[in-house]
């Protein structure tokens, strides 16, 4: 995904600082659709999603996944990544205040946060992230509230479309692109 115009200068800045990469899953990592049959829940993750998460990761960058809903799949496919982050809340606190127990924990603060979400539970992060992704498909209120705004939809590559974008603003692309080529 190379960026087909010109990123802002306030854009490139809060691409440059981001450090920690939070997603909600729901919507975001997948396509919102959920498959559920006998006693199992089924969903699907776009493999271009998860080699962008792999490639953040090996950039050192930290990774989380910021759900509202518990679920076995999105589990699985959090550990098959190595996400470092899994909060899948069953309480009544918001997203946000998830969120600020992790930064405390790692000393980091939102302003070094890109939180890509996509509903109106969303909200709180995008509000509160350095750099706040709404997925294409997101409702109105997220993308407003959104920095910048995905081509592709939620499981359809916005993630790895956001990645990519922070890894070429870093100036950490290039070593990946080199190290496949070779």
């Known amino acids: 995904m190379k960026p087909t115009k010109k990123l ?3 854009l490139s800045k809060r691409l440059a600082r981001v450090k ?5 899953v729901d919507g975001v990592l997948t396509d919102g659709s959920i498959y559920v049959g006998g006693k199992r829940e089924f969903k ?4 271009r999603d998860g080699l962008g998460m792999v ?8 990774i989380g996944w910021v759900s509202a809903r518990p679920s076995d799949a999105t589990k699985l496919r959090a550990t098959e990544l190595k996400i470092d982050f ?3 809340q069953t309480d009544k606190t918001g ?3 998830a969120i600020e127990v992790l930064l405390a924990e790692q000393r980091l603060n939102w302003q070094d ?3 890509v979400g996509d509903d109106i539970i969303d909200l709180g992060p995008l509000q509160r992230a350095g750099l706040a992704v709404a997925v294409a498909d997101g409702v109105p209120e997220a993308r407003a509230m959104a920095h910048y705004t995905t081509r592709q939809p939620g499981g359809h590559g916005a993630i790895r479309e956001t990645i990519e974008l922070i890894l070429r603003t870093q100036g950490k692309w290039e070593t990946f ?3 496949y080529t070779a």
């Open 177 to 179: 692109v080199k190290q």
């Open 44 to 47: 699907r993750f776009n493999i």
């Open 20 to 24: 920690l990469f939070l997603c909600d």
């Open 8 to 10: 802002s200068a306030a």
């Open 95 to 97: 997203k946000a205040a």
């Open 55 to 62: 490639l953040w990761r090996r950039a050192g960058g930290k």
């Open 113 to 115: 946060v890109c939180f």
């Open 86 to 88: 899994l909060v899948q």
